[in-house]
């Protein structure tokens, strides 16, 4: 069977178990780790890296593609393995040592962190640890359920630990499009011109003298934790397909809209669900994660291509997927994801971003990613790739949380990841902001109409109203009660009937 | 003469006045005029626009390139002729109008408008009006100083007058180079790789029916309103230099670094005249405006080539361009806003962008725009294009303004145009912060540190430390005093001495 999977004899002296392979990385070194939205990451090696660590302390910086499965985070964290994590992501444990400044966490545009490292500004990378489903014949790399920075990595590090996994189907092979852009100044155009362009090759080129280990896994990836799509999720979705149905009646866009976006999570993928009821049809994706939304409509009939840079799916759709390999395969392709969120194809192809919203704000400014401005939840991932270059950036939301005590929409953002230069469209499951074109205090009634909580509508009006009258400007604004939201909830439990300095008992209509 | 202007002899039924030229603008129409960095705008129309105005209100949407000269904007608006505008000003009585919300302002990334006007989520535009050198032979039209928005503009309009000035100089005619982008999903490669490229033609091509009307005029563009390097500018442009000769010894950067931008204005203006007396050579810029400073590095011997939308000198530059145009006309383009300012170029050509920030916070968010988040400057420009797209973003500021009254460096930005996820380098004359690869903490210390004016910086630490004490988080922050500084400077006139609700006294080191 290994003969399948590791076909340059010359490399058999290299494969060894994860506990060897990981002694090779050093205290203060850089790691690149594949893996990206809990797909295709090395799982062997950082563990082995994890329990070594409790044994044996030492510290790295490590980089992946962007949020890793199997707990790898969470067990690197724990062993105190991680002084500096970048750019992307989602768990708990490592969440925490971040926001208490244990870990040091630099949030980048996904595109960009293989960038820097190629112009010197990050790095240099000492061993780049990548999962695979087999080493070719002349040592190159065939990536598994993602490709992520795993490309860059490998190409750039000085040695390559690899994984490769037998629970990874073989029948991947052909799936990834490996194309990476030179250096600058030497730099042609991405010849990238529609979502099924394949200018690159379907494995990792790379010297084998660079391969240090090779270490046999068989641990599955980590299902998608997407929930299902619920009520609130739907009635998002229908806001969505009727605007974007209005588009089309406008002939804005044809019934195959425009290469979609869709970012990782629960509202987003519900999104993607709703158009399977939709009238448009032959869709394409440029996305960056293909979700169980992708499988669905392949199957629906609704889907005619899809270009992503991983694969995350639930356990059904796992099973469903594997079982059809090689029919999805020759309608999807796997970038790095440079280039599935590079901003130079992102614009040329026109795409339909959507992504989620942590808060928004009565202006249009988005928050992704720190809870109260401070703390952090995963990460900006993609979504400024391409939310910054889309034909249309679309941010969803549920219009509260915890119960209500929460509105998504608020006077001001606490952090700002996206800005009203970028944002386009805001939808909850209240209605749908279309704000192209308009000034702040335009886009301020229809944010507060369309897409805040009922409960919190009176508030945010008169918070607009009294800033507008008593300051004024581009962008109205009372600096002293701005953060009046969120600093209730924090000391109350809740937003609602927020009380406003300048007029107590006067803001819960 | 005119025979050298206006080429295709049966126009020659469309010259008229000015008077009934602007007699042709309905009230509600959509205008869109040339202009760009207060260079190569229309002018005697719209001023009869204003005029006409006064007896016979009306109202349109007017778009732009970027800014207007020759007051425009300011006759335009006492005429109360400005409904809607977009994408930029730089007008103090249209500033005041759109703050006091009589004028509703759309502030655009400046590659962004023709892109929305092209996928039809902006306009139409009933009428073009663009200032030419020439008409030639076939219709089409010769830019003058400026290219903005123009081309497309006239492409996309109903009809277009076209204002040709005789005190523009013909031998700009082969300066410009049009390349527009197809409509989307059926895009190529915006085919430039150098600085120097030229896809384009050297000329707009319209459809001469289009020509409503033809006005001779002889209005010069507004001298640029760049103040001199002084003692402060040399200093910040001394620490850029520092930096850069330092990314040069460390292999990242050769002798010639990397094209340039630098955005309009005095500090900008002063960085690149300072690279005059820099080690660097064979520098190329590709950037929007091409200020006194681009004639100055090209008569030290150290600009090969210039890339630009507009060229815009003060009084004395203009002269000597003017004199040795065909000399300075082979080592320079002026292209379309949009190709000046594409996402793909920026990121391919891999530019070193140099934007002034209003402000900067603690963790490195940039507030190009709003004064105390409400009153718009002027508009974000291309400094977004540039900085999130760019090799380096780099942001220039004085450390404080209105005699020290208010730091440049601030606990939280009042509104953020340009996200830590985008900021890579922040430069006052006290120094310089290099935030690449940085986590927001490490930020901190190194903008309070090196930016920060000496008498804030025990505020700013004070800040900074009692945020990750009481409250932690990946962006430490008091959500209860963090606009504290801007609050007191409106109360007091002045940011010094700023007092912290929870450490009274306790602030001012």
Redesign the interface.
């Given at each position: 069977m290994h003969d399948t999977r590791l076909r340059r004899p010359s490399l058999l002296d290299r494969v060894c178990t994860a506990e060897h392979a990981a002694s090779l990385i050093k205290d203060g070194m850089t790691v690149g780790m594949s893996g990206f939205t809990r797909a295709g990451e090395a799982k062997a090696v950082p563990l082995a890296m994890a329990e070594r660590a409790i044994r044996d302390p030492f510290k790295i910086t490590l980089m992946t593609g962007a949020s890793l499965g199997n707990d790898i985070d969470r067990r690197l964290t724990e062993a105190g393995v991680l002084s500096?994590r970048?750019p992307f992501q989602v768990d708990p444990v490592l969440r925490r040592a971040?926001?208490?400044?244990e870990v040091?966490?630099?949030?980048?545009?996904l595109s960009e962190t293989v960038?820097?490292l190629r112009?010197?500004?990050?790095g240099p990378i000492d061993y780049a640890i990548v999962e695979a489903v087999a080493i070719r014949e002349d040592g190159s790399i065939v990536p598994t359920t993602s490709v992520g920075n795993s490309a860059t990595f490998a190409i750039l590090a000085e040695k390559v630990i690899v994984e490769i996994n037998l629970s990874q189907p073989l029948a991947l092979e052909g799936l990834h499009d490996i194309y990476i852009p030179n250096r600058?100044?030497h730099?042609?155009?991405?010849?990238i011109?529609?979502c099924e362009s394949r200018p690159g090759l379907p494995y990792i080129p790379i010297e084998p003298t660079k391969i240090a280990a090779i270490v046999f896994t068989e641990q599955s990836d980590s299902p998608s934790a997407n929930e299902p799509p619920d009520e609130v999720t739907e009635t998002i979705a229908s806001h969505l397909i009727e605007f974007l149905w209005q588009e089309v009646k406008?002939?804005?866009l044809g019934m195959n809209l425009?290469?979609l976006q869709a970012g990782i999570g629960t509202i987003a993928n519900a999104v993607m669900h709703g158009l399977i009821d939709s009238p448009f049809r032959d869709l394409r994706m440029y996305s960056e994660v293909l979700q169980d939304s992708t499988i669905a409509l392949f199957d629906a009939g609704k889907l005619a291509f899809a270009s992503g840079s991983s694969i995350t799916l639930g356990p059904e759709m796992t099973r469903r997927f594997n079982a059809n390999l090689e029919s999805y395969k020759h309608r999807m392709v796997l970038r790095p994801q440079e280039i599935s969120n590079?901003?130079?194809v992102i614009?040329?192809?026109?795409i339909i971003g959507i992504n989620t919203a942590l808060e928004c704000d009565i202006y249009g400014?988005v928050n992704s990613t720190?809870v109260?401005?401070?703390?952090?939840m995963n990460g900006?991932g993609g979504s400024?790739d391409f939310a910054?270059?889309a034909?249309?950036a679309i941010f969803v939301a549920r219009s509260t949380a915890k119960g209500g005590d929460i509105s998504t929409v608020v006077p001001?953002v606490?952090?700002?990841?996206h800005?009203?230069?970028d944002v386009?469209i805001i939808v909850t499951e209240h209605g749908l902001a279309d704000l192209?074109?308009?000034?702040p205090?335009?886009r301020a009634m229809l944010i507060i109409d369309h897409c805040a909580h009922p409960d919190y509508r009176d508030a945010l009006r008169d918070y607009a109203v009294r800033?507008?009258r008593e300051?004024?400007?581009?962008?109205?604004?009372l600096?002293?009660e701005?953060?009046s939201w969120?600093?209730q909830r924090r000391r109350t439990g809740s937003m609602r009937g927020v009380n406003s300095p300048s007029l107590p008992g006067d803001r819960n209509g």
């Amino acid at each position: 069977m290994h003969d399948t999977r590791l076909r340059r004899p010359s490399l058999l002296d290299r494969v060894c178990t994860a506990e060897h392979a990981a002694s090779l990385i050093k205290d203060g070194m850089t790691v690149g780790m594949s893996g990206f939205t809990r797909a295709g990451e090395a799982k062997a090696v950082p563990l082995a890296m994890a329990e070594r660590a409790i044994r044996d302390p030492f510290k790295i910086t490590l980089m992946t593609g962007a949020s890793l499965g199997n707990d790898i985070d969470r067990r690197l964290t724990e062993a105190g393995v991680l002084s500096r994590r970048l750019p992307f992501q989602v768990d708990p444990v490592l969440r925490r040592a971040i926001n208490d400044g244990e870990v040091l966490f630099i949030d980048q545009h996904l595109s960009e962190t293989v960038e820097m490292l190629r112009s010197r500004q990050l790095g240099p990378i000492d061993y780049a640890i990548v999962e695979a489903v087999a080493i070719r014949e002349d040592g190159s790399i065939v990536p598994t359920t993602s490709v992520g920075n795993s490309a860059t990595f490998a190409i750039l590090a000085e040695k390559v630990i690899v994984e490769i996994n037998l629970s990874q189907p073989l029948a991947l092979e052909g799936l990834h499009d490996i194309y990476i852009p030179n250096r600058r100044p030497h730099r042609d155009a991405v010849p990238i011109t529609a979502c099924e362009s394949r200018p690159g090759l379907p494995y990792i080129p790379i010297e084998p003298t660079k391969i240090a280990a090779i270490v046999f896994t068989e641990q599955s990836d980590s299902p998608s934790a997407n929930e299902p799509p619920d009520e609130v999720t739907e009635t998002i979705a229908s806001h969505l397909i009727e605007f974007l149905w209005q588009e089309v009646k406008l002939g804005r866009l044809g019934m195959n809209l425009a290469p979609l976006q869709a970012g990782i999570g629960t509202i987003a993928n519900a999104v993607m669900h709703g158009l399977i009821d939709s009238p448009f049809r032959d869709l394409r994706m440029y996305s960056e994660v293909l979700q169980d939304s992708t499988i669905a409509l392949f199957d629906a009939g609704k889907l005619a291509f899809a270009s992503g840079s991983s694969i995350t799916l639930g356990p059904e759709m796992t099973r469903r997927f594997n079982a059809n390999l090689e029919s999805y395969k020759h309608r999807m392709v796997l970038r790095p994801q440079e280039i599935s969120n590079h901003p130079e194809v992102i614009r040329r192809l026109g795409i339909i971003g959507i992504n989620t919203a942590l808060e928004c704000d009565i202006y249009g400014n988005v928050n992704s990613t720190h809870v109260d401005g401070t703390h952090i939840m995963n990460g900006i991932g993609g979504s400024g790739d391409f939310a910054r270059n889309a034909y249309m950036a679309i941010f969803v939301a549920r219009s509260t949380a915890k119960g209500g005590d929460i509105s998504t929409v608020v006077p001001m953002v606490t952090h700002v990841d996206h800005n009203e230069h970028d944002v386009d469209i805001i939808v909850t499951e209240h209605g749908l902001a279309d704000l192209r074109g308009l000034a702040p205090r335009e886009r301020a009634m229809l944010i507060i109409d369309h897409c805040a909580h009922p409960d919190y509508r009176d508030a945010l009006r008169d918070y607009a109203v009294r800033a507008a009258r008593e300051r004024g400007g581009q962008t109205p604004h009372l600096l002293e009660e701005a953060f009046s939201w969120h600093l209730q909830r924090r000391r109350t439990g809740s937003m609602r009937g927020v009380n406003s300095p300048s007029l107590p008992g006067d803001r819960n209509g």
